[in-house]
């Protein structure tokens, strides 16, 4: 069974800086990539926020670029998701998925995932 389990949420103040994990069972890192998104209040999911899809590949979304950073400890099967500098308007649900190796052209299309997890509330205080 494949689970995706993201952890790592919380209130933190602007400017201050959290770490996100997925944990990711039932599948190989070689078979699917791992993309970030998240869901404000009353707004539309955004994402992908970044997506490491190769060893010479990293897609970051423009308005988290230098802020977030995506990491993978295959050791662990957990992806991370580092930010800093956070802004109360990254206040969000943030969810991990996964991206089939066969759909990477699609990896902007959040249809193109196949398995997603239940989220994690990070709230940015000003």
């Known amino acids: 069974e494949v689970q995706l389990v993201e952890s790592g949420g919380g209130l933190v103040q602007a400017g201050g800086s959290l770490r996100l994990s997925c944990a990711a069972s039932?599948?190989?890192?070689?078979?699917?990539?791992i993309g970030w998104f998240r869901q404000a209040p009353g707004q539309e999911r955004e994402g992908p926020l970044c997506i490491d899809l190769s060893d010479d590949y990293t897609y970051y979304e423009d308005f988290v670029k230098g802020r977030f950073t995506i990491s993978t400890d295959v050791a662990k099967n957990t992806v991370y998701l580092q930010m800093k500098s956070l802004k109360p308007e990254d206040t969000a649900v943030y969810y991990c998925?996964?991206?089939?190796?066969?759909?990477?052209?699609?990896?902007?299309?959040?249809?193109?995932?196949?398995?997603w997890g239940q989220g994690t509330q990070v709230t940015v205080s000003s």
């Open positions: 039932g599948f190989s890192f070689d078979d699917y990539a």
């Open positions: 998925a996964a991206l089939s190796h066969y759909r990477y052209s699609d990896f902007d299309e959040p249809t193109s995932y196949d398995y």
